[in-house]
């Protein structure tokens, strides 16, 4: 079973549109995060959330709206996309906030604006 | 914030060597360093970490050391073999809970 599950794992859309990537995990964790992977394979965290409360928002455009209807879940919603939003974003889990937690990724999302 | 640089950007080794990779950290209050491994069309995976109050951790062919003083920690990794290939990330987290990621070492195993 995939412990940390995103959809879709593939997006091609244009510039301007409106696009939600879908996140969920069977871990039973408390913390889930949004990480963007640009071209030179930069890891960069956006979003990170603690039983569906806000407790990272690294400076994002505000086009970009997680949202977390229970701590399983947190979907990523973009609105506007523009050429620079291309990149490979990945969700992932924790056990809680606490360092030392390991963090398990999904499969990432690729998304291409074109 | 935390900044974590990492060296080499890529590394190519023969089956059977060694390869080393390097990290340095800025933020001293850091307490905890994991590696992460990430295969092609993958997410990144947790191979092995450590801790600040531990210099050395091996688990069978890597081993990462911890310098606290000098602010920098290192993943070996013996034996090579091709499916070592891929990209390694180190990381460093501070009480704040927040993990920074280096920029990324892509290792070749040549056969």
């Known amino acids: 079973d995939t412990a940390v599950s995103q959809t879709p794992k593939y997006l091609v859309t244009q510039m301007g549109n409106d696009k939600s990537i879908k996140c969920e995990q069977n871990?039973?964790?408390?913390?889930m995060y949004w990480y963007k992977q640009d071209s030179k394979k930069f890891l960069k965290i956006m979003f990170s959330y603690n039983n569906k409360e806000l407790i990272i928002n690294e400076t994002v455009p505000n086009r970009f709206s997680p949202k977390s209807p229970d701590k399983a879940h947190l979907n990523l919603h973009i609105n506007s996309l523009e050429l620079g939003d291309s990149a490979v974003y990945f969700c992932a889990s924790s056990l809680s906030q606490g360092t030392g937690n390991t963090i398990y990724f999904g499969e990432g999302s690729w998304l291409t604006v074109v | 914030g935390e900044n974590v640089e990492q060296h080499p950007s890529t590394l190519s080794v023969q089956e059977g060597d060694s390869a080393v990779i390097k990290c340095t950290y800025s933020?001293?209050?850091?307490?905890?360093f994991p590696w992460y491994k990430q295969e092609l069309g993958k997410g990144p995976q947790l191979i092995i970490d450590?801790?600040?109050?531990?210099g050395e951790k091996k688990d069978q062919r890597i081993a990462v050391t911890l310098n606290k003083t000098a602010k920098h920690f290192s993943l070996h990794i013996t034996e090579t073999q091709p499916e070592d290939s891929a990209v390694y990330f180190c990381?460093?987290?501070?009480?704040?809970?927040?993990?920074?990621f280096g920029a990324g070492t892509t290792v070749t195993v040549r056969a």
């Open positions: 990381a460093a987290s501070t009480p704040h809970y927040k993990l920074s």
């Open positions: 450590i801790r600040s109050n531990v």
């Open positions: 871990l039973g964790h408390d913390t």
């Open positions: 933020d001293s209050a850091s307490n905890y």
